[in-house]
């Protein structure tokens, strides 16, 4: 599990987690996710948003994209 800090209009970049499932629970803010090949972001203007994700695997998969 980590917990996951996003700045007020701020955004990861495009990426999946190979065959790692995700769950995600919302600890404050909005954040907003799209699944499999994805990004988030947090579309406040001035609330941080604490998402903390957990993942059936040991290791940290990020497999990161040219784009959408």
Partial sequence: M?????PPGGA???HH???SETGI???SGTPE???????EENPSAGTEAVPVAARPAQE???VNLPGL
């Fill in 60 to 62: 940290a998969i990020v």
């Fill in 25 to 27: 629970y919302v600890v």
């Fill in 33 to 39: 996710f799209a699944f499999r090949e994805h990004h």
């Fill in 2 to 6: 980590g917990r996951t800090m996003m």
């Fill in 17 to 19: 987690h190979g065959d």
């Fill in 12 to 14: 990861s970049a495009d």
